[in-house]
């Protein structure tokens, strides 16, 4: 639940008193001292917190997960199968002293891992997307196999996939009908002259994943592909003592890994403002040769990016709170999506045309 006495006045760093006092109980869970605890980050309005702590065994993280303690505790198991597993670059969990990897408090889960230092964000060119790309392959392919802990639900997206293309398509008329009702607001021309095109790529994105190998694919089971991070990018993915770094994990679910990759491509694009086909191509070489993208795969990223993503995730505000989301900042942000969807299609085509099996042809 978020901050019962949360005030944006406060600050984004601001932590409740009785947050601090359960922190106070939850760090004599564990067999270390604490000199010093620093907010590092918050989400306020869920109930989430990061500090870094000082320990008398080196620096550590000191986390509340936001999420049913029942959905934490399967990101938690998979944090500690991927370290003690598979020996990967993902911070440890440390144990209480009654050997749990979690303390319950509050209605929440809270958990300590160590703190790895130095990380260092890549670059942002092509170099940077390439080592991001790589390491998000091999947790890929570590991950595979993974088996939840008793009593943790089970996260998946694997199934998911025809249900999240309906609603995007079904959101498109949502769009339409808001831009309408609220039709003096600065966006609201715009989404209306341009929705019309997004829709239709949504209904050909549906079709296209109808026609797929996708039911196949997703027929092999959550364990077989593993699983994704969800939102992996330049933040959570840094350079560290003995390579890349993956962090953040508590939103891990299983689902076809590619989806990953779509984000993180899809992204890039967005940030270099266009879509370039030698950065998707370093992109999907460098994923290539950490976890291998069979031709079948390949078929499924090209579906996910012909769903209209960067429109959908940039208007959806729009629902909660439309005379605050059609505003002039949408109005720029949304046509500038429509200048970036344009180099899409005629790089999508020559991907399809030229990459296949790890290489550009």
Do not use: C
Not at 62 to 80: D, W, Y
Not at 132 to 150: D, R, T, W
Not at 255 to 271: A, C, N, T
Not at 332 to 341: F, G, K, L, T
């Amino acid at each position: 639940m978020p901050w019962d006495d949360a005030d944006e006045t406060l600050g984004e760093f601001y932590v409740p008193p009785y947050i601090e006092e359960m922190a106070d109980e939850v760090i004599k869970h564990y067999d270390f001292t604490v000199s010093s605890r620093v907010v590092i980050t918050t989400k306020a309005d869920k109930g989430g917190l990061i500090w870094k702590i000082e320990t008398n065994k080196g620096p550590k993280s000191l986390k509340i997960l936001h999420r049913r303690p029942t959905r934490s505790l399967f990101s938690i198991g998979a944090q500690e199968y991927l370290v003690n597993e598979k020996n990967a670059r993902v911070p440890a969990i440390i144990k209480t002293k009654s050997d749990s990897n979690v303390v319950v408090m509050g209605g929440k889960i809270w958990f300590v891992a160590e703190w790895i230092e130095p990380l260092q964000p890549v670059s942002a060119d092509i170099e940077g997307a390439k080592l991001l790309s790589n390491a998000i392959g091999e947790f890929h392919q570590l991950s595979k196999g993974y088996v939840p802990p008793k009593g943790a639900e089970v996260a998946s997206r694997l199934y998911r996939w025809p249900k999240t293309y309906q609603k995007v398509m079904k959101k498109m008329t949502w769009f339409r009908d808001i831009a309408k009702l609220y039709s003096e607001m600065p966006a609201s021309k715009t989404i209306l002259n341009t929705v019309d095109m997004f829709e239709e790529q949504a209904k050909n994105a549906i079709t296209k994943l109808e026609e797929s190998p996708y039911k196949q694919l997703a027929a092999l089971g959550n364990e077989e592909w593993g699983l994704v991070h969800q939102d992996y990018g330049w933040s959570n993915g840094q350079m560290g003592p003995g390579g890349m770094w993956i962090i953040d994990l508590d939103g891990v679910a299983y689902d076809i890994p590619i989806r990953d990759l779509r984000k993180l491509i899809g992204g890039s694009m967005d940030d270099l403002g266009k879509w370039d086909i030698n950065w998707i191509v370093a992109m999907l070489d460098a994923y290539d040769e950490a976890n291998p993208i069979t031709d079948e795969l390949f078929e499924i990223l090209l579906v996910e990016f012909s769903l209209p993503n960067l429109f959908y995730k940039n208007v959806k505000d729009i629902l909660f709170e439309p005379t605050i989301a059609l505003s002039s900042e949408l109005d720029a942000v949304v046509n500038r999506i429509v200048e970036i969807d344009q180099t899409k299609w005629p790089v999508l085509e020559q991907l399809h045309a030229e990459w296949r099996g790890g290489k550009r042809k």
